[in-house]
């Protein structure tokens, strides 16, 4: 049985259009915030926990247009969320490694 406040694995994830919206403001922000270009390539894995609100954490890949070879690399974002107030802010956009 799974903890009140507990993250949980979101299943499904990668097809999960709720996550791939989050994933692409994840890099939007982070692209607002750093003057970056990267563009969404995939979502790997993400998690919620409740925590006055949605906390999400999604591992995701994105790429750098222009760079030769192309770079893509997996980056892990947390968003937060309350949907009752209008709310969702990027937390953190952390690369991991390269993919």
Not at 87 to 94: H, V
């Amino acid at each position: 049985m799974a903890m009140v406040g507990a993250p949980k694995a979101v299943d499904g994830a990668a097809n999960s259009s709720e996550v791939q919206q989050l994933a692409q403001f994840a890099v939007d922000q982070h692209n607002k915030k750093q003057n970056s270009d990267l563009k969404l390539v995939s979502v790997q894995s993400a998690s919620q926990q409740v925590v006055a609100g949605t906390m999400h954490r999604i591992k995701l890949t994105a790429q750098l247009p222009g760079a030769t070879p192309p770079v893509i690399a997996l980056y892990e974002a947390a968003i937060w969320e309350k949907p009752w107030e209008g709310f969702k802010e990027l937390q953190s956009f952390d690369k991991i490694d390269s993919a």
